[in-house]
């Protein structure tokens, strides 16, 4: 499966779940918008700090959706690195791997039109 279709089944899944529990969905969506909201820190800033989150967690899908929000917001390889650092820094080996996953799906996702 294409990372392409990872994130697509990703992103499905959790529109699922917010069917299910719409409220609760809401309410997320509303935490999730003010905390990626351009401030002090940008919004791609604020992705690649999720994204260090999520490979500090080792969540395959939060890497996948915020390292696409993240490029989709402007962040360069070169700044996504530098958070997969800290990433590894706190999360020692597991981080490695997931810092791997989140390298390969943002190039990835960089060659998708």
């Known amino acids: 499966m294409s990372i392409k279709e990872k994130l ?3 992103k499905t899944r959790m529109s ?6 719409p409220d609760l969905f809401d309410g997320f969506m509303l935490v999730s918008k ?15 700090i999720a994204t260090t989150l999520s490979v500090a967690k ?8 915020h390292v696409d ?7 360069d390889e070169a700044a996504l690195i530098e958070v997969l650092e800290v ?12 810092a791997g ?10 060659r998708v039109p």
């Open 8 to 10: 697509t089944a990703a």
């Open 16 to 21: 699922a779940f917010a069917k299910t529990s």
């Open 34 to 48: 003010t905390a990626t909201r351009s401030g002090t820190f940008t919004t791609a800033q604020k992705e690649l």
């Open 58 to 65: 080792g969540c395959d899908d939060c890497i996948l959706y």
């Open 69 to 75: 929000a993240a490029r989709r917001h402007g962040a």
């Open 87 to 98: 990433a590894v820094e706190m999360g020692g080996g597991p981080a490695v791997m997931y």
């Open 101 to 110: 996953k989140a390298l390969e799906a943002f190039r990835a996702l960089d």
